[in-house]
Each structure stands twice: as structure tokens, then as C-alpha cells.
């Protein structure tokens, strides 16, 4: 991989992990916080434990439909699809040729086995999709705030948001890390390259600890204390029932398919 | 050399602190900021200075003395430290965690738990006052290291604190640069804000303090107003320091060391006062010579 593409990479995937902490301005008459996450949860379940083709992508289609109704836009969502595809198909495709290597089966067994990787792709996806979606939809502020209305504990609040905002920092971090490495490459052989960039690695364990540290106390500074957040004492309405009940219903019966 | 008691906005009392390594950066440190007091703590590197900020923050705990807000133990305060004292660490980088500038700027506002058109124009205002208006929607981390100073200081002015605490905010800037960071927190301070900051540039110090804290080792080893501690050489060679260029220019002009003037306006007027072949000096400052003057 050429040094330029390795740090494109990176890039994207922090852009794509800081889809989930983006922050959103509230719509007038959009649903409750808590019964949009619980809707977009049922959904990403439903995407996970259900079986063929057909609901996943249903359930993907459904958690589009809804965030579209919240003017959420797709972008985030497509890349971070395009992301978890590309994950799943670098895990499980050469799994499905070694396999198709050891049975000694011919090749049109093997793309019947590729064939069958289709499902699981889709599941991947869907979830995925379904909690971008869900976060884009909520926010940062909104995902708190029904996570509390829930009775989340607020230390493990804490946890969530420091996790969420700690990973595409360190993505950037180990970005510099590696141009910093990369403006001192002399040799031009691949070998070294990889070598040198795999020192990136103790760096990074150390920073990462620092900026965890420093990450938590600009949280703190900047009043980040979820206990401080009240449970929303909205009461949820008629529309965030049907929207609990429907996308539950839905769930149910996607993983029953 | 113990200041006039008053009512302290601020107050660290006798305090220690010790991190997990062992390392002892603060031992037995009492600092006090009032209300409208702009105070500078000195000092060289690893004096100290930075713990005792975060101190001040809430967001270190001292192991032993205390560190009060409006005579109020800091621990006992949540929410409303938050909502009275601004803080900007030293690397802007600490500081900027949010996908795009304005969710930086706003994210202190909606923990406070304000109504998103509050927030959307506080955020304005504020973006305005700094002139960083035209990159709210851009990522922080794409920033110059200016306008990332500049972000970071606007997460603290945006609640609208009565304290700012800044760790070495004249560091790496430009001198016009500091210059207009200057007459932001004069015009903080004339609005009744209290700021407290660490440096090591005299010369800032010099034009912006009212009470001067230096530290060497963890200790404060001499305080009081600028002039008087400025002036102070043996003190300031314990904390690696030296007195400001005016001072030292003062000195080797006239061999005199009654008088310590630490601003260039200061220089100026006592080098008139003193000297009679001094006619071709100027009354003031020239309003450029102003501009530059740190």
C-alpha cells in the first residue's frame, strides 16, 4: 500500500467513526430521544440476528426511511457502509478461497461459496448503517440524553463519549505519527517502509495513554459530566409509542423470518 | 508581602500536589486572584506552573490545602465552576475535540443544557468577536496553529465565565498575534473577568498582569505586584527568568537601579525624566510603537 493511500485510509475511517459523535440541532416535532434510539436499536438487532437476504435490508431501508423524515443526510452513512463492506470482504474472503482451496472444490463451488458471504455482508452493513443513522440522527447531546432517560449510569455515559470522541482523535494522532515517520524515510524498498512505519506502534501505545488522559480533562474542563444532564422528563407522546411499537414489531419479525 | 485581604474570587490554599509517579510538582502553594484581577504566574519549565492551573480548574485534586471559588471548596462545585471559569490548556490539540469548530465552541453551551438557538448565537458572537467566523464548519484539526488558539479561547469565552484560566496562551503566537490576545483579555478584565495565566515572556507579563506568581520547583518563591517583582533579579534567576528588556535597557543606559521601568512606555518616560541629553526621545508611545510593544 503506498505511503499516501495508507494515511487516506486512516483519514476516512476517522471521518466515518466521527459520524457517531457529530452534533445535531434538534427538529420541532421530531420524536423523543428515547424512543428514536430504542427504534433505531431495534433495527440494528433485527439487522443482526436475522437470517437471508431480504431483512437486512429491509431493516436498512426502514432506519433510512426514518432518519430521512429527520433530514438526515446519507453521505456518513454510505461511507461508513463502504468502510464495514470492505472490512467483512478483507476478514471472510480469503477464508472462503482457503476453504474452497482445502475442499479442492471447483471454482463454480467457490463463488456459490462467495455467494453465500452475501448475507452476512448485508447484516454487517445494515447494523452498521442503522447506528450511524441513529447517531446522526440523535447527536451527541441527544444520544446522552436518552441514554440517560433510560437510567444509563452516568459513568458508563462517560465511558461512551470519551470511546466515541478518543478513537478518531487517535486515528489523526497516528496519522502525524506515521508522516512524521514518513518525511524521514531515506530508502525507497517496500521493506523498509514497513518497517519503519511499524515502529509507529510503540508511539502510539504511549500517546495513546497521554491522550486519553489529556481527553478526559478537556471533557471535564468543558463541563462533560453526564450526571449534570437531567433525565428528559418529556413525557413520550402517542408518535413516539407508534414508533417504539412499530419498529419493535418490525424487529420481531425480521428476526423471525 | 502578603496582599491586602479582600474578598478572593479564587483562592489555593497551602496546597500540595504529587502525581502517581512520584513526580512533586506543587508543595505548599497559596495563590489568590480577586475579581478583576488579572494575575500571571512565572516560572521555567516543570516549575509547576501548568498543575497549578489545573488546580485552580477543579480538574486536579490537591492532596493536601485547598483550592477555593468564591470561598467555596471547588470540590463541592460542579455545574457552576464549569459555568464560572473558562479554562485554554497550553496545546490547543488537548482541547479541540469535536468534529467541526462550531460543535467545539457550542459543546460546553449544550452540557449547560441551553436551547439550541441560544447556543447557535452565542456561538456566533463569539466567533465574531475573535474573527474566526468563516471556519465553523470546518474540522478543527485542519486548523493553523493560530486559529486553533483562537478556537480553543473562544470554548472558554462562549459560557461566559468570570474566570479564565489560560496555560501559556502567548506561546508560538505571532507578536500581533499577542498583541490582539492582550487587548481581548484587557477587554475580559474590564468587564469585571478575572483571568489567570502562565508564561514564561516577562514582557507580556510586564504589560498584562496586576499580580505576579513565580514558581520555581513547586514553590512560589517570590509575589506581588509587577514592578516589584519583575525588578527582582535574584528571584527571577531562581525561576530561569530575567527582568523585562525595558528594565535591563534602563539599567545599562544609566547605570541607575532605583527605578525599574518594565514597559517600553515606561523606559521611555523615566529615560525623559532623568536625563537632560534625552530632548529627541518621544512624550509617548507612537500608536504603531503601541501596537508592538510587547
Known amino acids: 500500500m503506498p505511503k499516501s493511500a495508507l494515511t487516506s485510509f486512516l483519514n476516512e475511517v476517522a471521518e466515518v467513526l466521527e459520524a457517531f459523535s457529530i452534533e445535531t440541532s434538534s427538529r420541532k416535532g421530531s420524536p423523543e430521544p428515547r424512543a428514536l434510539l430504542i427504534s433505531f436499536i431495534a433495527l440494528a438487532v433485527a439487522a443482526s440476528f436475522s437470517r437471508g437476504v431480504y431483512p437486512p435490508i429491509i431493516a436498512l431501508a426502514t432506519a433510512i426511511l426514518l432518519s430521512r423524515a429527520l433530514g438526515v443526510k446519507l453521505k456518513r452513512m454510505a461511507k461508513a457502509a463502504a468502510l464495514i463492506s470492505m472490512f467483512i470482504l478483507a476478514v471472510t474472503l480469503p477464508m472462503a478461497l482457503y476453504q474452497a482451496y482445502l475442499d479442492q472444490a471447483p471454482l463454480s463451488d467457490s463463488s456459490a461459496l462467495l455467494w453465500g458471504l452475501a448475507p452476512l455482508l448485508l447484516r454487517c452493513v445494515a447494523a452498521t448503517s442503522a447506528l450511524v443513522l441513529m447517531t446522526q440522527s440523535l447527536g451527541l447531546m441527544g444520544l446522552i440524553r436518552a441514554l440517560r432517560g433510560l437510567r444509563v449510569p452516568p459513568r458508563a455515559l462517560l465511558i461512551l463519549v470519551l470511546f466515541l470522541r478518543y478513537i478518531p482523535i487517535m486515528l489523526r494522532d497516528t496519522i502525524k505519527l506515521l508522516s512524521a515517520r514518513e518525511v524521514r524515510m531515506v530508502s525507497s524498498s517496500v521493506k523498509d517502509h514497513w518497517l519503519m512505519l511499524s515502529t509507529v506502534a510503540s508511539g502510539l501505545l504511549i500517546k495513546g495513554f497521554e491522550r486519553a488522559y489529556r481527553l478526559q480533562m478537556a471533557f471535564k474542563a468543558r463541563g462533560l459530566d453526564p450526571s449534570f444532564i437531567p433525565a428528559p422528563n418529556v413525557r413520550a407522546g402517542p408518535l413516539d409509542l407508534a414508533l417504539v411499537a412499530l419498529s419493535s414489531t418490525l424487529a420481531c419479525l425480521l428476526v423471525l423470518m | 508581602m502578603e496582599r491586602p485581604k479582600g474578598e478572593y474570587l479564587i483562592e489555593v490554599d497551602r496546597a500540595s500536589f504529587t502525581y502517581p509517579d512520584g513526580t512533586r510538582a506543587l508543595e505548599d502553594v497559596s495563590v489568590e486572584a480577586r475579581q478583576g484581577d488579572v494575575v500571571a504566574i512565572i516560572g521555567a519549565n ?16 490537591p492532596q493536601k490545602g485547598a483550592v477555593r471559588f468564591r470561598g467555596v471548596d471547588v470540590k463541592k462545585l460542579g455545574r457552576e465552576l464549569r459555568r464560572e471559569v473558562g479554562v485554554v490548556f497550553q496545546d490547543p490539540d488537548d482541547q479541540l475535540f469535536a468534529p467541526t469548530v462550531f460543535d467545539d465552541i457550542a459543546f460546553g453551551l449544550r452540557m449547560l443544557g441551553l436551547p439550541d438557538e441560544e447556543v447557535r448565537s452565542r456561538v456566533i458572537e463569539v466567533a465574531r468577536e475573535l474573527g ?3 471556519i465553523l464548519g470546518r474540522p478543527p484539526f485542519r486548523l493553523s496553529g493560530g486559529e486553533k488558539r483562537k478556537v480553543a479561547l473562544a470554548t472558554a469565552l462562549v459560557s461566559r465565565p468570570s474566570v479564565l484560566l489560560l496555560d501559556e496562551p502567548f506561546s508560538d503566537l505571532s507578536p500581533l498575534a499577542s498583541r490582539r490576545l492582550m487587548d481581548i483579555l484587557i477587554k475580559f478584565k474590564n468587564g469585571g473577568g478575572t483571568v489567570v495565566f502562565t508564561s514564561n515572556d516577562v514582557e507580556v507579563v510586564a504589560e498584562l498582569s496586576d499580580y505576579v506568581y513565580v514558581l520555581s520547583s513547586g514553590r512560589v518563591v517570590v509575589h506581588g505586584e509587577p514592578k516589584s517583582v519583575l525588578c527582582d533579579d535574584e528571584s527571577l534567576a531562581k525561576a530561569e527568568l530575567r527582568p523585562p528588556m525595558a528594565t535591563i535597557l ?45
Open chain 2, 46 to 61: 516543570g516549575s509547576g506552573k501548568t498543575t497549578l492551573l489545573m488546580l485552580m480548574a477543579g480538574l486536579l485534586e
Open chain 2, 132 to 134: 474566526i467566523e468563516h
Open chain 2, 250 to 294: 534602563y539599567r545599562e543606559l544609566t547605570g541607575e537601579r532605583e527605578r525599574c521601568p518594565i514597559r517600553i512606555s515606561e523606559l521611555i518616560s523615566a529615560l525623559r525624566r532623568g536625563h537632560r541629553d534625552s530632548a529627541h526621545l518621544p512624550a509617548k508611545l507612537s500608536t504603531k510603537a503601541q501596537r508592538y510593544a510587547v
